[in-house]
């Protein structure tokens, strides 16, 4: 039987896809939302390519099953390992009417606006890195324009931020470290790419680091706006999309730290469900 409601689906490995739905509620307050964590799992960001592929087409999966005709990869190394494969490999077989979208593409789409000499740095997780998403995707996407991108891995940032150590000397060391090794490479960056969904929590801190004349890229807003400008331009997907301002939040580990540790990226209090993933 198919699902009353049509939310649109958000999916990150853990809890930084909340920073991305925060802004979708802001920006699209009216419609239905399923937020799912795979936090049993989490972090995605050191693992390989094939089980990052496979738990997140698991995800893909239970959304469709919970009725939502679009989904938001609300994660860097998911959008980075698996939305090509799920988008042109799964999709035609699963059901080519609904959608799958990663969070890539909207930054990358927005740096011509942020750069002034074309060079640009990008913080990221281990997996988000060694992908080279962000170099391909800047490449084809610059408009003719040279773009010379430097990555630099920060995997203790995550883990930093979930469990809570924001305020620490420890986080001030390895955001300072990598700051430092990032600008060291390429002195010339004028632009810094946060490409993960974390690392909006740790702004105040990066800020501390990175001189004032480099301009730092959250994605946040620019995903919600390009769903935004997304929606309007595939009214037949805006029709599908049910809209009661309903949000439903689901998690695949335990439901009471999920719910303690969300109040830290979405600023109020709220309750989910547990899941299981396969």
Request: proline share 6%.
């Amino acid at each position: 039987m198919a699902s009353k409601t049509q939310p649109i689906g958000v999916f990150d490995s853990g809890y930084g896809g909340l920073t991305i739905l925060k802004e979708f509620l802001n920006d699209l307050p009216g419609y239905d939302f399923i937020y799912l964590g795979d936090n049993a799992r989490a972090p995605y960001g050191s693992r390989s390519f094939e089980v990052v592929y496979e738990y997140t087409l698991q995800a893909v999966k239970k959304l469709f099953e919970m009725g939502c005709p679009l989904v938001i990869l609300a994660c860097n190394t998911a959008s980075a390992k698996a939305l090509r494969n799920i988008q042109q490999n799964d999709l035609p077989g699963i059901d080519p009417n609904r959608r799958v979208l990663g969070v890539i593409r909207p930054a990358v789409e927005s740096i011509r606006e942020f750069t002034r000499n074309g060079h640009v740095g990008i913080l990221g997780t281990v997996g988000t890195v060694l992908s080279d998403s962000y170099p391909i995707e800047l490449e084809k996407w610059s408009g003719g324009k040279v773009i010379q991108t430097t990555q630099e891995a920060c995997p203790m940032w995550v883990p930093l931020v979930e469990n809570n150590e924001i305020d620490t000397p420890g986080t001030d060391y390895f955001v300072s470290k990598n700051i430092r090794n990032l600008l060291a490479a390429d002195p010339e960056i004028d632009s810094i790419i946060l490409g993960c969904t974390h690392y909006p929590l740790l702004i105040p801190l990066i800020l501390k680091f990175v001189p004032e004349n480099i301009r730092l890229l959250e994605q946040g807003k620019l995903v919600s706006s390009k769903l935004v400008e997304y929606l309007a331009r595939h009214p037949e997907m805006d029709e599908k999309c049910t809209k009661s301002g309903q949000v439903k939040y689901l998690t695949t580990e335990n439901e009471e730290v999920f719910e303690k540790n969300a109040t830290t990226f979405l600023g109020q209090n709220i309750q989910c469900e547990k899941i299981v993933l396969k």
